[in-house]
């Protein structure tokens, strides 16, 4: 069972957390209408088989979204931090 | 001593009595330096594309490359439902279209592939959702497919023994049968494709993984591979699950991301579920295979995930619909669970044709739906990479679509299916 | 084989006699007995048929290695097929049956598929029934179907109980055997919380397989002593550790006991998280290959032996026991010390001294450098025939009981769970565990170290809970004199004898000859034979055939053990219980319940209920009909003519605070927010990043700072982690709040023309005029203690007011103003008048917001603003989402009087053909009671292009075609003015 280290709860179960993907892509400004640059940012993904960092949020817990570090070929978690804090922290 | 190469019970029969040897299913072939034809993938579309790449359009020269076995991946993992229950322009004719191949399978490969077409019940819990069923089924009727709604005493009549309780915590409404839908044994549909196109002359290549593409500008010329170079006049990306995995030694991102979706089986019993059935209070099917073991699945995990290892709520979750679905269900045992990878996309809906690289073609992004539609697949892949135009059946599944607004949301749900 | 019970020893209960039932036949047994050997003391000798060809089939195995004696066991709701008999404790009242034989187990017609075993090889499926027409195969399936499957289940729903119960641990240690306890006790001497886990009833391993008062017996009483005198240790038995799952989980199964008459959970589910997880899970013993092995009265050595001792059951009096290893002896050694007449055939040509001088010691016939070929009898056996390795002289062994051993492989099934792969180790000619991943080691016989299981332990549970950071004293390892398990050695192709009746998968019924044929057909990697022959796949998942099938393979192959790979082991390791990983979540509680703070109101005063995603709505009351058809009728004419009142708690509710809130919501919804007049609502619409809609809902501006902000029922949760995400994730630096309110509040719509007149009398203290309260104007209030909010707002195009009280006052508010609008006749009413009044003012709801339409196809267009940029609006103008040929949404009005309209009807033009796709569907339908028809709601290509075009509605599932009219979807009051009234 994937156990999520909550930076604010502490180690979880993942079934507390909601999953919301890729977390490295930079989200274009609303200012932005070009329908290429806003496709791209909500349609394609890296998908990488080995260290992802993406969006969960402690939906059961502290409500915070968080972002995580997982290898994606064997589940190992490295860590995690609070997604408001920045892309990496 | 002879060699038995066509299936049937005569031949049975000889080899029982007069030891007539069996002609192998394949060759172990060795990869040659130069194909018209290199597909990546020895699953259930990759050998249907060499397939009718070579009876359809006599284009021989055709090798499969797979990293381990072959039917390794989705085609040996899923719970081996067919049906052609769709209502989106598109959807409708192109799974219908593979419904009527699988019917006329096994003899056009001489070889079982086990149809059994012995109806799918959709379930509906609701008036709202009964709607949505009979959109689908009225759809279904006027493209002149067979549905039937059934009410909730036609629902009892028909699998008497649901959970039609005052216990039930979401009662039965109604649902949409379509009788011509079944089961087919999945790894017969791998060998079986593997074996009519190892007789046509396509090389099968195990244990043969692709490391690279050989590039000529925006051509795509030939693959790296685990045992060398291979030149490819075209070349088809066929790796449900994997496709991101290889598309990026290309650089070239995709609207994909990779899932975990485990699948069940229980103990053989004697016959105990004539249909297959599917909840629809949450995403769960059932059938029972021939050897008698309960076969179900539910949802995907929920992240992405390449390990084809499931976790354990998953496994709870899914047993609970087994239980409220049927509840005799709770004293089976399971005997195994398994996962498979699968492409999922914005959309549900696959992407098929042609790439932004040229002679290099796509066949990706099934989310649940991969197995079903492999006959179709491979017909409609052969058409296009024989003819380097899509197939009237797949024009819509182009993998730029979302460019124009042009998604096809079959079930309604939403960008991203792991939404909850 | 005679089933002699002896006068004493073993680990039953003489005392304790349990009667039970064998298809209707009585038998008694001892406590402590399991089904099988219970039923070995009453002279059973066959228990089952097989899979394919229904041979009769004995026990071959011990505990949950069994693939033979599958019984179904209990009766009625508690019937359950396919259970080991030797893993089933025998209780008192215990009904049970042999399966897969007919008319019975005993004389079994469909033993003559044994006759046909030369056709029915692996393949067989595959290669025929594929003729004469392209339908054959459902007609075979029918009559292969009932011949397969093992036992009969019962649809009944299940009356037994299953609970759950979760633990977090230092340590988890699985496997009591002699690595197991000495790892438990060295790691909880160390200081860790440990749990220990057994499958079997006892703990011990194979230390229960001596005798009562040995040195292995003494030693496992003195290791459990201590562990029991350990605070920190916790040892769990008739628990079956099922899976490893991520993140060093494990998935158990703990068995209770069966006492009639008492009401307890029969199994229960025990989730365990551990910080470090002990391997001790032991080694499996094999069956060697020979003609007919199969035959009830052929056992593994170890099995014969675990019967001896643990249940005092002489299973032969004419043994063979035949091995090519040293650990079958002491079964022979046994079995002579207990009375039996003994002879060892052993493939090795000179096996160690001290055997030989043993057997000697016992006048036990040894012959060595000699195989065995095959078994004489059916339903028993009469002789095993052996053949000299070196003259090939055969010879034939009169017997009642054949014991074989072909040496123990080490179960690694469980790390190859958590992603250890398995490698193999040519010393020991067996697969063993690869690098074990992080928080986990392996110790004893499992790990293929065939050093002192003791030490082993004790030194992996030192490590483990130091690695935890514990580091009190562990002790010593203990000693004692146990031999080391020896492991098997991988067979030469020379000793594959050539009968067919060879069986590698007992259960699955794969022989010798099938591997043969899969070879011949080309599936030669074991995955492919797996998959071909169902080799391993039976419910043993392969315990004494899978690695049986692998040396063949490698035999008939000529290709080493390591080059060959192997196939991947997956949960469960014991079949599990559909129902215990289920547990509580079945019937009623399948999910969890939202109510309403009305709820016991309704349910006290006539309501139907209907599911909302999780919760539980007023669908339609009894004053209104009897059925929903003619209710929401009732109830739609009360809320137009009069006045009506619906619990509308299970919207969404959000209030934001804080000075950035405005700005925030003009990026979230479509239309602008932060001009909102304070004490005013706006009804708002949210989109998804790719411009299809997400939501809809009213908000309303309570303070300069502060909103309250409403979702539909089905989008609440989706919305609030939307809303959170923006927050933190994109614009952490707005200043605002956002806080889930929907169960503070519940929440009353007051709807028709008499609301205004029954809210003033309800609410004197306040002032619901026209003037202070206008359309859309909001206002927040104190009455005595019970803050109150009011909403002037209108799904249903009459004069209607949403009043929200905290959730305690809900009953009282909504009890009072039906008391007060008594006399104008004020009703309740459900979901589906609330909806089908809203179809009539042509609000969308969620059959229409099904993230697959836009704004403009809802007929929204005109709300996106433009003067500001909004979350999906790049994406919603793509070229084809503003293709003005999408449908959108329309009104349709039933042309034809005696037709009707229905929800998922296909709509085409009038003249064109009935076939295809159509230009829309019908979404939502309803009875007007203003018009006096049925009315729907529709998306249709072109829209309102096509106001007054006749169209005709198909629904060939009933076989229907109606002609209907697009009209307005606005069906009431255009100009609003019940609103404004």
């Known amino acids: 069972m994937l156990r999520i280290p909550c930076p604010h709860c502490g180690v979880r179960d993942y079934t507390e957390f909601r999953y919301a993907g ?59 931090w609070f997604a408001r804090q920045g892309k990496s922290s | 001593m002879s060699e038995l190469s066509r299936y049937s019970a005569w031949s049975i029969a000889r080899r029982g009595l007069s030891g007539a040897r069996w002609r192998r299913a394949w060759r172990a072939a060795e990869p040659r330096k130069s194909y018209d034809v290199v597909i990546i993938g020895g699953g259930g579309h990759g050998l249907a594309t060499a397939y009718y790449l070579a009876a359809n359009h006599g284009i021989t020269n055709v090798a499969v490359l797979e990293r381990g076995y072959l039917g390794s991946g989705n085609v040996g993992r899923n719970t081996t439902l067919v049906r052609s229950n769709y209502q989106l322009p598109g959807n409708t004719e192109f799974f219908e279209h593979s419904l009527k191949l699988w019917e006329g399978l096994s003899h056009e490969l001489n070889y079982n592939v086990m149809l059994s077409q012995r109806g799918q019940l959709v379930l509906a819990h609701g008036p709202g959702q009964f709607d949505v069923l009979a959109r689908k089924g009225n759809t279904m009727r006027l493209n002149g497919i067979d549905a039937e709604l059934l009410e909730r005493e036609d629902v009892q009549r028909l699998v008497p023994f649901l959970d039609y309780s005052s216990h039930c915590r979401f009662p039965i409404y109604g649902g949409l049968f379509q009788p011509r839908a079944g089961t087919v044994r999945h790894d017969a549909v791998a060998w079986g494709y593997a074996r009519a196109a190892d007789h046509l002359g396509v090389d099968l290549i195990e244990n043969c993984e692709v490391t690279g593409f050989v590039r000529d500008g925006d051509r795509v010329t030939g693959v790296e591979t685990s045992r060398g170079v291979i030149n490819a006049g075209r070349t088809v990306l066929s790796v449900a699950g994997h496709s991101s995995h290889l598309t990026r030694l290309l650089n070239w991102r995709l609207p994909i991301e990779s899932h975990l979706l485990q699948a069940f089986v229980t103990e053989s019993i004697k016959p105990f579920l004539d249909h297959v059935i599917s909840f629809g209070a949450d995403l769960y099917y059932i059938s029972q295979s021939d050897r008698g073991g309960m076969v179900f699945g539910g949802h995907i995990d929920g992240f992405n ?8 709520p998953k496994v709870q979750t899914v047993a609970e619909c087994a239980i409220a679905l049927m509840p005799g269900m709770s004293r089976l045992r399971v005997l195994r669970h398994w996962g498979g990878i699968q492409d999922m996309t914005p959309d549900g809906s696959p992407f098929m044709g042609r790439t932004p690289f040229r002679d290099l073609y796509l066949n990706a992004g099934w989310c649940y739906q991969g197995f079903k539609a492999t006959p179709a697949t491979g017909w409609c892949m052969a058409h296009t990479i024989a003819h380097e135009e899509e197939h009237p059946l797949i024009r819509h599944l182009g993998v730029d679509r979302f460019e124009r607004g042009n998604g096809h949301d079959e079930y309604g749900l939403g960008l991203w299916t792991y939404k909850q | 084989m005679t089933g002699t019970r002896l006068t004493k020893g073993g680990r039953i209960d003489r005392s304790a006699t349990l009667q039970f039932q064998l298809e209707g036949r009585r038998f008694t047994g001892y406590a402590g007995d399991t089904l099988a050997s219970a039923l070995l003391a009453n002279g059973i000798r066959v228990f089952g048929r097989s899979f394919k060809y229904h041979r009769p089939r004995g026990i071959l195995a011990s505990g949950i290695q069994e693939p033979n004696a599958l019984m179904t066991v209990g009766t009625g709701s508690r019937r359950i097929p396919n259970l080991p008999a030797t893993s089933v404790e025998l209780y008192d009242g215990l009904v049970c049956e042999r399966q897969n034989g007919w008319p ?27 003729g004469p027409t392209r339908g054959s195969w459902m007609f075979y399936e ?13 649809h009944e729903p299940d009356s037994a109980r299953y609970d759950h119960r979760h633990h977090h641990t230092d340590v988890l240690v699985i496997g009591s055997g002699p690595a197991g306890l000495a790892a438990a006790l060295a790691a909880g001497r160390a200081g860790s919380r440990v749990l220990l886990v057994e499958q079997d009833s006892m703990a011990g391993g194979s230390l229960l397989d001596s005798p009562i008062g040995t040195d292995d017996d003494q030693l496992r009483s003195a290791l459990l002593a201590q562990l029991v005198a350990l605070p920190t240790v916790q040892i769990l038995t008739h628990t079956s550790v099922f899976g490893l799952y991520d993140g060093l989980a494990a998935g158990m199964v703990e068995r209770r006991p069966v006492i009639q008459g008492v009401s307890a959970p029969s199994e229960v589910l025990h989730i365990v998280r551990a910080n470090q997880i002990i391997h001790a899970t032991g080694a499996l013993e094999q069956p060697l290959l020979f003609g007919n092995n199969d035959r009830p009265g052929v056992m593994l050595a170890g099995a014969v032996r675990a019967h001896l001792h643990r249940y005092a059951l002489r299973l032969g009096d004419e043994v063979v026991v035949v091995t090519n290893h040293d650990s079958a002896w002491s079964a022979a050694f046994d079995l002579a010390d207990a009375g039996a007449r003994v002879t060892v055939v052993d493939e090795r040509p000179a096996p160690n001294a001290d055997l030989l001088q043993g057997a000697k010691d016992r006048a036990i016939a040894v012959r060595v450098h000699t195989v065995a070929t095959r078994v004489f009898g059916s339903n028993g056996v009469k002789a095993l025939e052996v053949r000299d390795a070196e003259s090939g002289a055969v010879a034939r062994i009169a017997c009642d009981l054949v014991a074989m051993s072909g040496g123990w492989i080490p179960t690694v099934q469980l790390t190859t769970h958590g992603g250890v792969r398995t490698v193999f180790n040519p010393t020991l000619g067996v697969h063993v565990a690869g690098p074990m991943a992080a928080g986990q080691s392996i110790a004893g016989a499992a790990s293929g170290d065939p050093t002192d299981p003791l030490k082993q332990g004790h030194a992996v549970g030192v490590r483990a809970a130091q690695a935890l950071g514990f580091s009190a004293d562990a002790g010593l390892a203990p000693e004692s004199a146990w031999s080391s398990v020896p492991l098997m050695t991988t067979r030469t192709s020379a000793s594959l004898p050539a009968q067919s009746k060879v069986f590698i998968d007992f259960q699955s019924d794969v022989t010798l000859s099938d591997m043969h044929v899969s070879l011949e057909d080309g599936f030669e990697s074991p995955e492919h034979l797996k998959r071909y022959t169902a080799l391993g796949m039976a419910t043993d998942q392969g315990k004494s055939s899978h690695y049986n099938g692998l040396t063949t393979l490698s035999a008939l192959r000529g290709q080493a053990m390591g080059a060959l790979g192997t196939t991947t082991h997956r949960p469960p390791y014991t079949p599990v219980t559909v129902g215990v990983l289920a547990g509580r ?13 009305m709820h016991e109101w309704h349910m006290a005063n006539g309501v139907t209920m209907i599911e909302a995603g999780p919760w539980f709505r007023p669908w339609y009351y009894r004053w209104a009909g009897a059925d929903v058809g003619s209710a929401y009728i009732e109830e739609m004419r009360v809320v137009r003519s009069r006045v009506g009142l619906s619990d509308v708690s299970s919207l969404g509710k959000i209030e934001l605070t804080g000075p950035d809130v405005g700005i925030f919501l003009d990026r979230v919804y479509v239309n602008g927010f932060s001009s909102l007049a304070v004490g005013k609502a706006r009804y708002g619409v949210m989109l998804n990043d790719d411009g299809t809609v997400l939501d809809d809902g009213t908000t309303a501006r309570l303070g300069e700072h502060r909103y309250f902000l409403t979702t539909t029922t089905a989008q609440a949760g989706e919305v609030m982690s939307w809303l959170e995400f923006l927050l933190q994730t994109v614009w952490p630096d707005l200043r605002v709040q956002a806080v889930s309110v ?10 028709g023309p008499y609301a205004r007149d029954v809210l003033a009398r309800a609410l004197p203290e306040i002032d619901v005029s026209n003037a202070a309260l206008p359309h859309m104007g909001v206002m927040e209030r104190q009455i005595g203690e019970m803050p109150v909010r009011i909403g002037r707002l209108s799904f249903s195009g009459e004069l209607a007011y949403e009043v929200y009280v905290p959730a305690d006052y809900g009953v009282g508010m909504w009890e009072h103003l039906l008391a007060v609008g008594a006399d104008v006749g004020i009703r309740p009413y459900g979901l589906e008048a609330l909806a089908s009044l809203r179809i009539e003012k042509g609000h969308v709801a969620g059959i229409e917001l099904d993230h697959r339409n836009t704004l403009r196809d809802l007929g929204l267009g005109k ?32 042309v034809e009087p005696a037709g009707k309209l229905r929800g998922g009807a296909i709509l085409f033009a009038k003249d064109e053909p009935i076939q295809g796709h159509g230009r829309g569907y019908i979404t939502s339908v309803t009875w007007s009671t203003v018009h006096e028809r049925l009315i729907a709601l529709a998306l249709y290509r072109g829209g309102l292009n096509h106001v007054g075009e006749e169209i005709v509605c198909a629904y060939p599932l009933r076989g229907e075609q109606v002609r209907a009219r697009i009209v307005s979807p606005m069906f009431i009051d255009p100009a609003g003015e019940r609103l404004h009234a």
């Open chain 1, 22 to 80: 890729d977390a490295s892509k930079s989200r274009p400004s609303l200012e932005i209408t070009d329908v290429k640059t806003w496709h791209d940012h909500v349609f394609l993904f890296d998908n990488p088989k080995g260290m992802h960092q993406e969006y969960w949020q402690h939906v059961q817990g502290c409500r915070q979204w968080l972002v995580l570090e997982r290898d994606t070929s064997t589940n190992t978690v490295s860590r995690a």
């Open chain 2, 305 to 312: 995930s390449y390990t084809q290892r499931g976790q354990l």
């Open chain 3, 104 to 130: 019975s187990v005993d004389f079994d017609i469909g033993s003559v598929f044994g006759l046909f075993a030369r056709f029915l090889s692996a393949g067989f499926y595959y290669k025929t029934f594929i």
């Open chain 3, 142 to 154: 029918r009559w292969i179907r009932r011949a397969a499957g093992l036992g009969r289940a019962t």
């Open chain 3, 585 to 597: 979540s079945v019937g009623l509680h399948f999910r969890a319940t939202r109510r309403t703070p």
């Open chain 3, 742 to 751: 929907t169960d503070r509040w519940a929440a009353m719509s007051l709807a």
């Open chain 3, 863 to 894: 709300m996106g603003s433009r003067a500001k940029s909004y979350i999906g609006r790049a994406l919603s103008e793509r070229s084809e989402l503003v293709d003005t040929q999408r449908w959108s949404l329309v009104g349709l009005e039933l």
